[in-house]
């Protein structure tokens, strides 16, 4: 592991100026960081320790929703957020074990790399690790890579199951950075890879994620998070739906269905919510969601069978929620 020097502000604004060094990088629970930087994928040569700033509280607002900071534990469940936002909790039980959910943060969630083997493989080409090197995972193996928002410069997914969740909850991501606050709502904080794929991120240079914030929305309570790995142990998804329901009088009038392990980011599917917006929740609702979240997929040889997995973890995912 290369020598770095460590950091350890003791205020939001005493980060921010430690994080406008080029080569810095934060780390707080590290159970990511570690790994890239013992195995030569990352480098840096400044740490910014932040797990001193008091960013891990849940505050409930006055208005309604809550705020979360960025280190609080990924073992969040409390009954007051299993309550109001089911799929959240879901969620961050299926990504790792107790003790790993101790450790890891949200906003250290949010920002892990991909599991792509080439990225973390330092003698394979990888646009993300080096731009302009290329994506062996094009002429490779690509069958856990993305069938959704993909381009000739990366096919990597993006691992995060509490992101999926969030997606599903019109969540807002908080950041501070050398330009003041920012709110960056969910949708816009990953990136699709285009051309520039080591740029996953909306965060702008020696900017900090000090919060989440879910908003009171009515479809948050009756939400489902279901994961699809290859095995029963924990892992990565191959597929994950997070779904979320506002039903009046047996109508769906507000639906949100959120994929996991499909995308470079959390993708969010939206011709399925159409699909079943203004429907009942039967048979016929939930086929026609799950056919539509389908809709663009452009599978690789190798990962063809995620097209049909989507279909039935969506059908699944929604039948379970209209059971609960």
């Known amino acids: 592991m290369r020598t770095f020097h460590l950091d350890r502000p003791e205020s939001i604004p005493a980060a921010v100026r430690a994080l406008r060094d080029p080569d810095a990088q934060v780390i707080a629970g590290g159970t990511d960081l570690i790994t890239l930087m013992r195995d030569g994928v990352r480098t840096p040569s400044r740490l910014v320790d932040v797990s001193g700033l008091g960013l891990d509280r849940v505050d409930w607002l006055p208005g309604g929703g809550v705020r979360i900071g960025a280190l609080h534990p990924n073992s969040a469940d409390d009954p007051r957020l299993r309550a109001e936002y089911p799929v959240l909790v879901e969620a961050l039980r299926s990504g790792a074990s107790p003790q790993i959910r101790n ?23 990888c646009n993300r690790r080096n731009p302009g090197s290329g994506c062996a995972s094009i002429d ?22 509490l992101a999926v969740a969030l997606q599903a909850l019109d969540a807002v991501v908080l950041v501070a950075g050398p330009d003041g606050d920012r709110r960056i709502p969910i949708d816009e904080f990953h990136r699709l890879p285009g051309d520039t794929p080591h740029r996953d991120s909306a965060l702008r240079p020696g900017e900090l994620v000090v919060a989440v ?7 948050a309570r009756r939400s489902h998070y279901l994961k699809f790995r290859d095995r029963a142990s924990f892992a990565f998804a191959l597929v994950s739906a997070a779904v979320a329901v506002d039903q009046r009088d047996g109508v769906v009038r507000t639906a949100r269905i959120a ?28 086929d ?4 539509a979240a389908v809709l663009g997929a452009a599978p690789r040889p190798d990962n063809h069978y995620k097209v ?8 699944r995912a929604l039948n379970e929620l209209g059971e609960s």
């Open 103 to 125: 450790m890891a943060s949200f906003g250290g969630n949010l920002l892990q790399q991909t599991r792509c083997t080439y990225y973390r493989l330092p003698e394979f080409p």
């Open 140 to 161: 490779g193996d690509s069958s856990k890579q993305a069938i959704f928002g993909t381009s000739g410069s990366c096919v990597a997914v993006h691992p995060s199951d």
């Open 213 to 219: 914030e879910l908003p009171a929305v009515p479809f």
């Open 259 to 286: 994929l996991g392990g499909v995308a470079p980011k959390p993708w969010r599917a939206t011709h399925a919510e159409q699909a079943l917006t203004g429907r009942r929740l039967d048979s016929a609702g939930i």
């Open 288 to 291: 026609a969601a799950a056919e």
């Open 308 to 315: 049909q997995l989507v279909r039935r973890v969506v059908r």
